[in-house]
């Protein structure tokens, strides 16, 4: 399966401004997926990466809040813009697929302040 | 909005007790999945299950997939503090594959403790 390498790993921010988030993949990958964990919650899916071709966000998600950029088969990049308190989460991205299974970034841990 | 419901939500037992967790749809899966989280880590895949009536085993943790593919649960036998964590079922549902929309719904989670 895939290595997924994630950054910053956690990060203390300041209301109002942005915090960028790399994952890096080991092997090509056509789709990328960003998630959103809350304290003590489940996974919420933002929005789906593909290569080529804007990122597609699922309802409540807007890619003014959450840009995305998708580079090539490797990387990608979620940006939180405009930051609030609410927006501390951890926030993980991910390969895979359904039949065999999804590999997780070990996440990105994000307090704004 | 499709849904994923786990239960129970906490559990909390001694080491060497046996336990169960279920998660629930009322929709059909194409696939379903468990993970198990740490504390720091994303999630990790255990088993990945797509017949109806799968049952599947990995050392004391037995995974079966509901007959109708609606539903799934999870036994583990003789508990270990090691298996302290978040659990979690995820599933693509098979009215999306048809769609060409493969992304991973979670469940609700259970958080898992053993006590030693």
Excluded at chain 1, 10 to 17: L, N, P
Excluded at chain 2, 13 to 28: A, D, H, K, P
Excluded at chain 2, 101 to 116: D, Y
Aim: proline share 4%; net charge neutral; hydrophobic share 35%.
């Amino acid at each position: 399966s895939a290595v997924i390498s994630q950054k910053p790993s956690r990060d203390i921010c300041q209301r109002g401004t942005s915090l960028t988030i790399q994952c890096q993949v080991d092997s090509q990958v056509t789709m990328m997926f960003w998630y959103r964990q809350q304290p003590g919650q489940s996974l919420t899916l933002i929005a789906t990466a593909n290569q080529g071709s804007e990122a597609t966000y699922e309802s409540g998600f807007v890619i003014d809040k959450f840009p995305i950029s998708r580079p090539n088969l490797t990387f990608s990049t979620l940006t939180v813009s405009n930051m609030s308190p609410e927006d501390s989460s951890i926030y993980l991205c991910s390969v895979g697929g359904h039949g065999y299974g999804y590999t997780f970034g070990s996440g990105t841990r994000l307090t704004v302040v | 909005t499709q849904l994923l419901e786990q239960s129970p939500q906490f559990l909390s037992i001694q080491e060497g007790e046996n336990l169960t967790v279920y998660c629930n749809s009322s929709s059909v899966f194409s696939s379903l999945q468990w993970y198990r989280q740490e504390p720091g880590e994303g999630p990790v895949l255990l088993v990945t299950v797509v017949t109806g009536g799968e049952v599947k085993k990995l050392k004391r943790l037995t995974f079966q997939f509901g007959d109708a593919r609606k539903d799934s649960s999870l036994h583990i036998t003789a508990a270990q503090p090691g298996d302290t964590g978040l659990y979690l079922c995820a599933g693509v549902f098979a009215s999306k594959i048809s769609m060409g929309n493969e992304k991973l719904t979670f469940g609700t989670g259970t958080r898992l403790t053993i006590i030693p």
